[in-house]
């Protein structure tokens, strides 16, 4: 093998390495942690579902959900379970299914009835949050 050839082959895998670099990780922006409850009309809580909180058009904030627990609590995650919410106005939705296996699974026939078709969509919701830069614990959805 004669120098040139040398040389070439010691450079290719330094320009393809060079071609390829990994893309610099987006900066996390600070979370604060939030907690809310999520009741029916009749005040009991709704035990299962799922809600997610979309920031409102043109506006800051990355999505956010947070699983029901049979209490009808939740608490919100937008980058690891549990970090909590960037600070921004939300629309908030309710769906009624759970995502606790990874898969969406319908919650039970009387949950369902208490998560009313309007609180499914973003586009009928009435659920709106403002979200502060301070770790919260949210006024109850009522879904009525």
Do not use: H
């Not at 290719?12 to 390829?20: F, S």
């Not at 922006?29 to 029916?40: A, D, F, I, L, S």
């Not at 549990?82 to 939705?93: C, L, R």
Request: overall charge positive; proline content about 8%; hydrophobic content about 35%.
């Amino acid at each position: 093998m004669n120098r040139r050839t040398f040389l070439g082959l010691l450079a290719a895998p330094l320009a393809l390495a060079a071609g390829c670099r990994q893309p610099a990780p987006l900066e996390k922006e600070t979370t604060y942690k939030v907690r809310g409850r999520v009741v029916g009309a009749d005040g009991q809580p709704v035990r299962a579902g799922r809600v997610n909180f979309y920031p409102e058009s043109g506006g800051r904030g990355l999505e956010a959900w947070g699983e029901i627990q049979p209490d009808g609590s939740f608490t919100l995650t937008t980058y690891t379970m549990d970090d909590g919410v960037i600070p921004a106005n939300y629309v908030v939705t309710v769906s009624p299914y759970s995502y606790k296996t990874g898969n969406p699974r319908p919650v039970d026939a009387a949950t369902a009835r208490q998560i009313l078709a309007k609180y499914r969509s973003q586009d009928s919701t009435t659920l709106t949050v403002e979200v502060g830069p301070r770790d919260a614990e949210l006024d109850p959805f009522v879904l009525k």
